[in-house]
Structure formats: structure tokens, C-alpha cells
């Protein structure tokens, strides 16, 4: 068995541990000071300062990984707090961490120069790691050491894994106990907490392990458990920097608007029991996450609404394939900033600037406007309605199964890793449509007697007057029961995208918040079962309505009834299993966003639709974004008083588009529709090569798009 002097290398009699010291182990005059103090100390505590050998290899560690922020947990002498101090930069700290500071010497810290950057805090550790847990939050130090009294190690351990930022490191002292943890006849107290604490650490796949010969036995773990999506990432990197004396210089949305700062915190706020960070910490985390996703939309919102309303009206100038590719290469630029941002902790408004550059493309409201026009042009009316629904169905069922993915993901693997995945996957998307979507799939075709049509694509001016007004009733080829059926569904679809905002924006917040406090592991399960049931519950859905062949309108109203009493229900959670609960009715909640562009196509005329898709994905657009904002804003002031109330404003917006769709129901099932002199809508045809082309029926002759200057007959294609 070791000897207890042995295994610190500097007191060590053996030969070899003297040579390595002697070649490698440099020490300052202060760091040799403090090493001959706690030499003269009683043999008790002499014997525990830690190995200078050790103590070395922390510096080196904290130099190569530029580590800032340390704690050491058992000060005594203050030997290892200081070789710590002395490796971190200027600007760095080490809270060290005793229940007694008799034996401490600030005064040879003074003389290193390091005494600034050490935070020697007496009282019970526990206690004081509760503290700095409240004080910095979770995830906020890069590097722990373990040294203090054993029966506490497990304890320790659990607090420290909380306060360690991932990817950082906690080194544990004395883990093979001077040989005792493998000896089963020694069973004192210290010794079976450590083998507790050896156990614990092997079982536990979320962190990365190494125990050396080091000193008693130093075990290394690498942290990789990563918090959460980038709502996630921006909610926990708020309650890392939480500090409650400089918060007054950070600039909030309510001193930006003036109003009452809310900052000054209800004593009784519920906080979570979990998170030891503060209450106030949480809110203000809350707030600032909820300020800065405010002004990501705002910096995002005039070019985005500009160029959805340039890229629309341009699309069969531009071609759809050049659309889609320009688009998706915003999201790239938007990846690269956001991995800047990460990687080099750059401030606040390289969010916004990554917003701002993805919308200069558009973002992803015009990708779907291309989808839903792809969609419309290889569909019959008669088949439309199924097309989007399933189109939906599929859409939602892969969104779903990649944030499970995601959720897996960043458990296992990071940030970091998971933006490089999806740049990478974004780019291999871009080389892809690049290589396989046939360019212009698309053109209108022109029959012989749609010289309305051709009248309509006479000038720019004409176009843009068209978007802008393809929904009023000015048309006097329109019906009433047409036009009306129009703005019902245009109004209905305004709400429920205002519903949904007002649902789907606080609800991160409210996971990660008081009562639930979910961590990204809970919000991983969470997705995964929603994945699993959002799959099933949609599919079957879809059966089930085509099966009964109900009406649009109809399908509509039960899926704003089922949309009602999720969010009712949803406010109202306050344990998990409603959450999921909850997940049973979700599926069928949101069918007016896919439904919307079905009924509108069945009221318009073939050349009107690429407009009216235009102004929809206009509408939606400058919703998301005032939207987002407006609700962002609504819930960082309401929070405080009342975490629900925005998912309750949720459910009252989600009753005006199902009461709408009742009306429309009425008007489509009592109205007559008299509008004769209506273009026939167009029957898709599959020309050889694949393209769709839409040829007006009764109508033998089509004109492909002017590149190709071919011309069929019809009949021949036959
Ligand atoms: C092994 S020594 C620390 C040696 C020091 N890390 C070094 O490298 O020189 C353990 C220290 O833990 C302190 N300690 C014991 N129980 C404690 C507790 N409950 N809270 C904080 N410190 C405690 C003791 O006072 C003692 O100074």
C-alpha cells in the first residue's frame, strides 16, 4: 500500500518521483514559500496540501484551454488556489473554497501578485457552491478541483457538474485513496464515498472520463452535456451571465420603451428547485432571451417583408431553382455567423446581424411559397386539398423527427457540432437542387383564348397591383360567393398564424421555467414523444378526414376547436404528464396553415394564383415578424405577473378562425356560386421530360417556356 507521504510527489522519498521533479517541476519563490509553510504546519494538515505535480498540471491545463473562471473546493494553505491564480489571465478569477482560514496565507498571495484574483470564501462548502450557483448561474466555470472533505465528494460533485460550463473540466483529488477504494477491506466513511463517487462517474455517459496516477489520484471529467437548441443556448447563456450589480447597465426592453422596469423582482417569484440559480436570475434570463429574439425579428423584419415581396414578384423571372438556392444560402451565411457567434462569445448583435443577413434572401417563408406553388401547378383541384394536407403531414413529420434529433443531438454532442452539421447539410441541400431540380419547371402556359392572362403579364406595374389586390372583390368575373369565401379565408388564416405565435413563442420559456424546468435532456424526451405522437396523430388525421370528405371549412373548425383546448389546457399545466398530455391533441391543431392554400386556389383563377401565394406568404411573413416581436415583448412584461398569460391570449385569437371558418362553411354550402365566365381551371399534364406543364382545358395547343421554343399537339402527347 502507498505511503500517504509517497503519493505527493514533492515529499515523496522515492527516487523516481525526485527526478521528475527535479527535471520538470518549477516553481515560483512564492509557490516554494507557501510548500515550506505548509511543510511546518502539524503533520495533520501538512500532509493534505496538494501535490505540487498536480498543482503544475492544472496550470498547464488552464494555459492550453485559456480557462478563466476556477474553484478550488479545500483551500488550507492556499497552495493549489494559488499555482491556480497564477495560470489564469489578468482578468480571470479562482473562488476557493474553505470552512476555516487559519492556515491561510493572503499574505505570500499579495506578494505573487495574484491576490485580485482570488476569491477565498469561509463557510461550509455547500453552502458556498449554492452560492455561486445563485451568484453566476449554471454552466459558468471552466475549471473545478475537488479537494475538499471526503463524506461530502458525491455532493460536491453533483453541484460542481451544474457549475461547470460544458467542455470544461472538474479534476477530483485523492480518487484512488491511497490505494484504499481497491482494498475491500477498508470501509471508513471517506473511503466509501469515493468509491461512490468512482462509481457514479463511471456510469455516467454524460461526461468524459480519465482517473491518473496522479498525485492520490486525480479523476478528470470532460463535460459535454450541452443545454439546450439555440433558444436553449441563448436562455442559459443569460443566466450564466447573470450578475445582479451590473444588470442595471444591461440594456432591457423596458428601459429601451421606457416602461416600469420590471427588474425589480416579486420576492415570492416561483423559481426552480433544481436550478439553483437565483429567481431573479431566471426572469432576467427570461427577459433578456425574450429581448433579444425581439430584436433578431426586428433587425430581420424589413428585409425579410422586402424581399418576400421582390422574390415573389420575380419568381418566374428568376427562375424557382434560383429562388430556392438563394434562399437556402442565407441560412448558410446565418450558420457561419451563429458559429462565430458561439465560438467566440461575440455580443448581442451578431444575433441580430445573422437574422438580418439570412433575411436579405427571404428566408424560409419564400422556400415554402415555392413548395405550395410546385405543389398547386402538379395538382388537380380535386386532389389539392389531400396534396397540402399530406404535404403538411410529411413537413411536420420530419420537423418533428429532426428536433428529436436535435434534442439527441446537442445531449451528445454540442452546439458547436450541430450548427457544423446543419451548415454542412444546408450545403449538401444547395449542391443537390443545384444538380437535380430542373431549372424553370415551371412557366405559365398561354392558350389562345387567355388574353386576360396575357393582359395581366403585360408590365411590372400591373403585377404588383395584381399581388396587392388579388383579393378584393373588384373582379367582376369573381362571384360573391367567391369573393367572400376569399377574405373569410384570408382573415381565418391572419388569426391563426397570430394563435399560433401567441402559443409557440413563450413555450420554450415555459419549459425551461418554474414549475417544470425542464433541462435539454427533459426537452429531448419531451420532443421525442412529441415526434412519435405528431407522426401517428397526423397521419391518422388525414385517413380519417379524407375518409369522411368533409368540407375544408370543416376540417378547419376542428382543428381551431382542438387548437383551443390545447392552449387551454396548456396554460393551465403545471405537471409534466399534462405537457404531455397535451401532445395528444396537437397533431390536429394547425390544418388552416396547410388548408389555406387549397381553398384559396379553388376560388381563384389559375393566373391569379401565383399572386395570391405571393400575398399569403407576404401576410404570413410580415406576421412572423411583428408578430414574434409584438408576442416576445408581450411576454417578457406579462411574466412576471402571470407565466400563462400569453398561451390564454393564444386560445382567445384561435376562436376567430373557427368561428370565420363556420361562416365560410355557410357561405360556400348557401350562396350560389354564378361566375360563369370564369377561366376552367387547368388540368395538369406530365410532359416526357417531366416538367408540369398546366394547359387550360379545351385548349389543343401548348407553348413551353420560350428556352425550349417547342411546341405539342396534344394530341401526339396522347
Ligand atoms: C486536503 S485540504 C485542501 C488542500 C488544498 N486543496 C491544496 O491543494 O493545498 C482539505 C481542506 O478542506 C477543508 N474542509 C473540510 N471540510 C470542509 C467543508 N465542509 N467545507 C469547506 N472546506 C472544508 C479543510 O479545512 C481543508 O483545508
Same mark, same amino acid.
Given at each position: 500500500? &502507498?505511503?500517504?507521504v509517497?503519493?505527493?510527489?514533492?515529499?515523496?522519498?522515492?527516487?523516481?518521483?525526485?527526478?521528475?521533479?527535479?527535471?520538470?517541476?518549477?516553481?515560483?519563490?512564492?509557490?516554494?514559500?507557501?510548500?515550506e509553510?505548509?511543510?511546518?504546519l502539524?503533520?495533520?494538515?501538512?500532509?493534505?496540501?496538494?501535490?505540487?505535480?498536480?498543482?503544475?498540471?492544472?496550470?498547464?491545463?488552464?494555459?492550453?484551454?485559456?480557462?478563466?473562471?476556477?474553484?478550488?473546493?479545500? &483551500?488550507?494553505?492556499?497552495?493549489?488556489?494559488?499555482?491556480?491564480?497564477?495560470?489564469v489571465?489578468d482578468?480571470g478569477?479562482?473562488?476557493?473554497?474553505?470552512?476555516?482560514?487559519?492556515?491561510?496565507?493572503?499574505?505570500?498571495? %499579495?506578494?505573487?501578485?495574484?491576490?485580485?484574483?482570488?476569491?477565498?470564501?469561509?463557510?461550509?462548502?455547500?453552502?458556498t457552491?449554492?452560492?455561486?450557483?445563485?451568484? @453566476?448561474? %449554471?454552466?459558468?466555470?471552466?475549471?473545478?478541483?475537488?479537494?475538499g472533505?471526503k463524506?461530502? #465528494?458525491?455532493?460536491y460533485? $453533483?453541484?460542481?457538474?451544474?457549475l461547470?460550463?460544458?467542455?470544461?473540466?472538474?479534476?477530483?483529488?485523492?480518487?484512488?485513496?491511497?490505494g484504499?477504494?481497491?482494498?475491500?477491506?477498508?470501509?471508513d466513511?471517506?473511503?466509501? &464515498?469515493?468509491?461512490?463517487?468512482n462509481?457514479? +462517474?463511471?456510469? $455516467?455517459?454524460?461526461? $468524459?472520463?480519465?482517473?491518473?496516477?496522479?498525485?492520490?489520484?486525480?479523476?478528470?471529467?470532460?463535460?459535454?452535456?450541452?443545454?439546450?437548441?439555440?433558444?436553449?443556448?441563448? @436562455?442559459?447563456?443569460?443566466?450564466?451571465?447573470y450578475?445582479?450589480?451590473?444588470? =442595471?447597465?444591461?440594456?432591457?426592453?423596458?428601459?429601451?420603451?421606457?416602461?416600469?422596469?420590471?427588474?425589480?423582482?416579486n420576492?415570492?417569484?416561483?423559481?426552480?428547485?433544481?436550478?439553483?440559480?437565483?429567481?431573479?436570475?431566471?426572469?432576467?434570463?427570461?427577459?433578456?432571451?425574450?429581448? *433579444?429574439?425581439?430584436?433578431?425579428?426586428?433587425?430581420?423584419?424589413?428585409?425579410?417583408?422586402?424581399?418576400?415581396?421582390?422574390? =415573389?414578384?420575380y419568381t418566374?423571372q428568376?427562375?424557382?431553382?434560383?429562388?430556392?438556392?438563394?434562399?437556402?444560402?442565407?441560412n448558410?451565411?446565418?450558420?457561419?455567423i451563429?458559429?462565430? &457567434?458561439?465560438?467566440?462569445?461575440?455580443?448581442?448583435?451578431?444575433? @441580430?446581424?445573422?437574422?438580418?443577413?439570412s433575411?436579405?434572401?427571404?428566408?424560409?417563408?419564400?422556400?415554402?411559397?415555392?413548395?405550395?406553388?410546385?405543389?398547386?401547378?402538379?395538382?388537380?383541384e380535386?386532389?389539392?386539398?389531400?396534396?397540402?394536407?399530406?404535404?403538411?403531414?410529411?413537413?411536420?413529420?420530419?420537423?418533428?423527427?429532426?428536433?428529436?434529433?436535435?434534442?439527441?443531438?446537442?445531449?451528445?454532442?454540442?452546439?458547436?457540432?450541430?450548427?457544423?452539421?446543419?451548415?454542412?447539410?444546408?450545403?449538401?441541400?444547395?449542391?443537390?437542387?443545384?444538380?437535380?431540380?430542373?431549372?424553370?419547371?415551371?412557366?405559365?402556359?398561354?392558350?389562345?383564348?387567355s388574353?386576360?392572362?396575357k393582359?395581366?403579364?403585360?408590365?411590372?406595374?400591373?403585377?404588383? +397591383?395584381?399581388?396587392?389586390?388579388?383579393?378584393?372583390?373588384?373582379?367582376?368575373?369573381?362571384?360573391?360567393?367567391?369573393? *367572400?369565401?376569399l377574405? +373569410?379565408?384570408?382573415?381565418?388564416?391572419?388569426?391563426?398564424?397570430?394563435?399560433?405565435?401567441?402559443?409557440?413563442?413563450?413555450? *420554450?420559456?415555459?419549459?425551461l421555467? #418554474?414549475?417544470?424546468?425542464?433541462?435539454?435532456?427533459?426537452?429531448?424526451?419531451?420532443?421525442?414523444?412529441?415526434?412519435?405522437?405528431?407522426?401517428?396523430?397526423?397521419?391518422?388525421?388525414?385517413?380519417?378526414?379524407?375518409?369522411?370528405?368533409?368540407?375544408d371549412?370543416?376540417?378547419?373548425c376542428?382543428?381551431?376547436?382542438?387548437?383551443?383546448?390545447?392552449?387551454?389546457?396548456?396554460?393551465?399545466?403545471?405537471?409534466?404528464?399534462?405537457?404531455?398530455?397535451?401532445l *395528444?391533441?396537437?397533431?390536429?391543431?394547425?390544418?388552416?396553415?396547410?388548408?389555406? @392554400?387549397?381553398?384559396?386556389?379553388k376560388?381563384?383563377?389559375?393566373?391569379?394564383?401565383?399572386?395570391?401565394?405571393?400575398?399569403?406568404?407576404?401576410?404570413?411573413?410580415?406576421?412572423?415578424?411583428?408578430?414574434?416581436s !409584438? !408576442?416576445?415583448?408581450?411576454?417578457?412584461?406579462?411574466?412576471?405577473r402571470?407565466?400563462?398569460?400569453?398561451?390564454?391570449?393564444?386560445?382567445?385569437l384561435?376562436?376567430?378562425?373557427?368561428?370565420?371558418?363556420?361562416?365560410?362553411?355557410?357561405?360556400t354550402?348557401?350562396?350560389?356560386?354564378?361566375?360563369?365566365?370564369?377561366?376552367?381551371?387547368?388540368k395538369?399534364?406530365?410532359?416526357?421530360?417531366?416538367?408540369?406543364?398546366?394547359?387550360?382545358?379545351?385548349t389543343?395547343?401548348?407553348?413551353?417556356?420560350?428556352?425550349?421554343?417547342?411546341?405539342?399537339?396534344?394530341?401526339?402527347?396522347?
Amino acid at each position: 500500500m &502507498t505511503n500517504l507521504v509517497d503519493i505527493k510527489s514533492h515529499l515523496s522519498n522515492d527516487p523516481i518521483d525526485h527526478y521528475i521533479m527535479d527535471h520538470t517541476f518549477r516553481p515560483t519563490a512564492e509557490q516554494n514559500e507557501l510548500i515550506e509553510y505548509t511543510r511546518s504546519l502539524p503533520e495533520k494538515f501538512a500532509l493534505m496540501i496538494g501535490s505540487a505535480d498536480a498543482a503544475q498540471f492544472f496550470q498547464m491545463l488552464i494555459r492550453v484551454s485559456h480557462f478563466k473562471r476556477c474553484i478550488e473546493v479545500g &483551500t488550507l494553505s492556499g497552495y493549489t488556489s494559488m499555482s491556480m491564480a497564477l495560470a489564469v489571465p489578468d482578468d480571470g478569477l479562482v473562488v476557493t473554497l474553505d470552512i476555516d482560514d487559519k492556515y491561510v496565507r493572503r499574505d505570500i498571495w %499579495e506578494k505573487a501578485g495574484v491576490a485580485k484574483k482570488l476569491d477565498l470564501r469561509i463557510k461550509p462548502a455547500l453552502d458556498t457552491l449554492n452560492e455561486l450557483l445563485e451568484q @453566476y448561474g %449554471e454552466n459558468s466555470f471552466d475549471f473545478i478541483f475537488i479537494d475538499g472533505d471526503k463524506p461530502n #465528494y458525491v455532493n460536491y460533485y $453533483d453541484l460542481c457538474l451544474r457549475l461547470v460550463r460544458p467542455n470544461g473540466l472538474i479534476a477530483i483529488d485523492n480518487t484512488i485513496y491511497t490505494g484504499f477504494v481497491a482494498d475491500p477491506s477498508k470501509n471508513d466513511i471517506n473511503t466509501i &464515498t469515493i468509491r461512490q463517487l468512482n462509481d457514479k +462517474i463511471k456510469l $455516467d455517459q454524460t461526461v $468524459d472520463v480519465c482517473q491518473l496516477r496522479l498525485g492520490d489520484g486525480t479523476t478528470f471529467t470532460l463535460y459535454y452535456y450541452l443545454a439546450s437548441s439555440i433558444g436553449q443556448y441563448i @436562455y442559459n447563456y443569460y443566466l450564466t451571465t447573470y450578475n445582479p450589480s451590473a444588470v =442595471g447597465s444591461f440594456q432591457t426592453l423596458e428601459s429601451v420603451s421606457g416602461m416600469t422596469t420590471s427588474l425589480s423582482y416579486n420576492k415570492e417569484f416561483n423559481q426552480c428547485k433544481h436550478r439553483s440559480s437565483s429567481a431573479p436570475a431566471q426572469q432576467w434570463a427570461q427577459q433578456q432571451s425574450s429581448n *433579444l429574439f425581439f430584436y433578431q425579428t426586428v433587425a430581420a423584419s424589413a428585409p425579410t417583408i422586402a424581399m418576400t415581396y421582390i422574390l =415573389g414578384l420575380y419568381t418566374h423571372q428568376l427562375g424557382r431553382k434560383f429562388v430556392l438556392i438563394l434562399t437556402m444560402f442565407g441560412n448558410v451565411l446565418q450558420y457561419v455567423i451563429w458559429l462565430f &457567434t458561439i465560438h467566440y462569445r461575440l455580443p448581442d448583435y451578431w444575433w @441580430y446581424i445573422a437574422a438580418f443577413v439570412s433575411s436579405l434572401v427571404g428566408g424560409g417563408n419564400v422556400s415554402g411559397f415555392i413548395l405550395n406553388l410546385i405543389i398547386t401547378d402538379s395538382t388537380e383541384e380535386s386532389e389539392r386539398t389531400s396534396k397540402f394536407l399530406y404535404i403538411g403531414v410529411v413537413c411536420t413529420a420530419v420537423g418533428a423527427f429532426i428536433s428529436l434529433v436535435i434534442g439527441f443531438w446537442i445531449e451528445y454532442r454540442g452546439f458547436i457540432d450541430l450548427y457544423w452539421t446543419a451548415l454542412f447539410l444546408q450545403l449538401l441541400t444547395i449542391f443537390i437542387v443545384y444538380r437535380y431540380m430542373k431549372s424553370d419547371s415551371f412557366v405559365p402556359v398561354l392558350s389562345n383564348n387567355s388574353s386576360h392572362y396575357k393582359k395581366k403579364i403585360d408590365s411590372k406595374c400591373s403585377q404588383l +397591383i395584381e399581388i396587392c389586390t388579388v383579393f378584393t372583390p373588384r373582379h367582376t368575373y369573381r362571384s360573391r360567393k367567391r369573393s *367572400l369565401s376569399l377574405i +373569410i379565408t384570408l382573415i381565418a388564416f391572419i388569426f391563426h398564424i397570430l394563435a399560433s405565435l401567441a402559443f409557440s413563442v413563450p413555450f *420554450l420559456w415555459f419549459q425551461l421555467n #418554474y414549475p417544470f424546468c425542464w433541462s435539454a435532456k427533459e426537452i429531448g424526451y419531451y420532443n421525442t414523444v412529441s415526434s412519435i405522437i405528431w407522426c401517428i396523430g397526423s397521419v391518422v388525421g388525414l385517413k380519417f378526414l379524407t375518409y369522411t370528405r368533409y368540407s375544408d371549412a370543416v376540417i378547419c373548425c376542428i382543428s381551431h376547436i382542438f387548437f383551443v383546448m390545447s392552449a387551454l389546457w396548456t396554460s393551465q399545466a403545471y405537471y409534466n404528464w399534462q405537457l404531455y398530455a397535451g401532445l *395528444l391533441i396537437s397533431p390536429f391543431t394547425s390544418y388552416q396553415g396547410s388548408l389555406t @392554400y387549397s381553398i384559396i386556389s379553388k376560388w381563384l383563377e389559375p393566373s391569379e394564383i401565383n399572386s395570391a401565394y405571393t400575398f399569403i406568404t407576404e401576410i404570413s411573413t410580415i406576421l412572423n415578424v411583428f408578430g414574434n416581436s !409584438f !408576442f416576445n415583448y408581450l411576454y417578457s412584461v406579462t411574466v412576471s405577473r402571470s407565466r400563462n398569460f400569453l398561451i390564454l391570449v393564444a386560445a382567445g385569437l384561435g376562436l376567430i378562425p373557427l368561428v370565420l371558418n363556420c361562416f365560410l362553411y355557410f357561405v360556400t354550402k348557401n350562396l350560389p356560386d354564378n361566375s360563369d365566365n370564369r377561366i376552367t381551371e387547368c388540368k395538369p399534364i406530365l410532359i416526357p421530360d417531366h416538367m408540369p406543364i398546366r394547359v387550360p382545358v379545351g385548349t389543343d395547343t401548348i407553348l413551353l417556356p420560350a428556352s425550349t421554343g417547342r411546341k405539342f399537339d396534344l394530341h401526339q402527347m396522347s
